[in-house]
């Protein structure tokens, strides 16, 4: 477990360095060019690294013994989360952006409660399949029982509207439970029948818009321009990348720092550094896996399942949108992308982890 560990802690800091040193380029960039923007986004970034490491070494050392296993908190949990995701929708805290209510803002500073969801439901799940493992082989009580738990969650991330959080955190629960033991005929079931719903979510317009845009654009094998944006930039990196702070593409990236930060990247270190980031990736998730064998407490276990699964997905859609395999849409990469809700968010997760780990290995 031990060199599990090592290379878990490396990885997560070789996707620092590599954030870091790419926020800080587009800082640069936009410095030199004079385009008028004082991002200012490597400080953030550092401070929101460092504010989530401080939480997560808190959760670690500082967390009740078996306080996340008692599950007499599950609820309480809930009803936080739950009015959490009202926030954004209605009140004073409620930050509208981009067509959309997903933020609480208050003096000026954001937070976006459905990346803390993300962690919530992976949690709540974990729960669920540790108290009703004997039960997952059934329809109900494997599959639609705890989606409809979680379905108040999902429908309040669904109308900010952010439908592919929605769609993420609804996967992560469908993957857990399978891992847990729900039957695959059930899943392959319910994806049918999904299916069919969106299909006529767009029919009667409960699909936004500019969402069915996307698809169709994507569809029809348009390259929408956010996209020749990020190829240009990926493309002048070439194979070793033209250097930090060197680039001038990804300047014109929209959401350069966030969601398309791997086409900075990409042209600061080349196809190489793309590659380093998802090798980092596949090296966290690997040894998350390794140490959840090693684990003997049951719910720990699944939520490491669901937390490996959440970050992959993350990091699949996210490259799937920058190559072009997926419709646009705004997934952004765990500890790289930037942004202190997500940063925060998987900090509180692997606070978690973390912490129950020491515990087993105190034992």
């Known amino acids: 477990m031990r060199y599990s560990i090592m290379l878990l802690v490396t990885a997560i800091f070789v996707l620092f360095i590599i954030a870091s040193v790419a926020l800080y380029s587009i800082d640069f960039a936009r410095e030199y060019y004079s385009t008028g923007s004082n991002s200012n986004f490597f400080f953030k970034y550092i401070v929101y690294i460092s504010l989530s490491m401080i939480l997560a070494l808190l959760i670690i050392f500082f967390l009740p013994e078996r306080f996340i296993e008692d599950k007499k908190y599950v609820w309480f949990f809930y009803i936080i989360v739950l009015a959490m995701l009202v926030l954004p929708l209605y009140g004073p805290f409620s930050s509208y952006k981009n067509g959309a209510r997903r933020w609480i803002e208050v003096s000026g500073n954001t937070f976006q409660p459905s990346e803390l969801a993300k962690i919530f439901v992976i949690y709540f799940i974990a729960h669920y399949i540790k108290d009703n493992k004997e039960k997952l082989s059934s ?7 705890p989606l409809l738990l979680i379905s108040p969650i999902l429908l309040l991330i669904f109308v900010e509207p952010d439908l592919s959080t929605t769609f993420i955190i609804f996967l992560t629960a469908v993957v857990m439970l399978y891992f847990g033991g729900t039957r695959f005929s059930h899943v392959l079931f319910l994806f049918v029948l999904i299916g069919l719903l969106f299909i006529f979510g767009i ?14 654009n994507y569809v029809s094998n348009e390259i929408p321009w956010q996209l020749e944006k990020a190829y240009e930039a990926i493309g002048n990196g070439g194979i070793i990348g033209s250097g930090p702070a060197l680039g001038k593409y990804y300047i ?52 490491i399942w669901g937390f490996s699964t ?35 968010s998987f900090s509180i997760g692997f606070g978690i982890i973390f912490s129950e780990i020491f515990i087993e290995r105190g034992r």
């Open 139 to 145: 329809f109900w009580d494997g599959l639609i029982k």
């Open 203 to 216: 029919q009667l317009g409960l699909i936004r818009s500019y969402q069915i845009g996307r698809i169709k």
């Open 252 to 303: 014109h990236v929209p959401q350069a720092e966030s969601d398309f930060i791997l086409a900075t990247i990409g042209e600061s270190f080349g196809y190489l550094g793309i590659i380093i980031v998802i090798l980092s990736y596949l090296a966290i998730v690997t040894s998350l896996i390794k140490i959840s064998d090693e684990i003997d407490n049951e719910f720990i276990r699944y939520f």
């Open 310 to 344: 959440l970050m992959m997905l993350h990091v699949v859609v996210n490259t799937g949108v920058v190559s072009g395999l997926f419709p646009i849409t705004g997934i952004p990469l765990p500890f790289v992308s930037y942004g202190g809700s997500s940063i925060l």
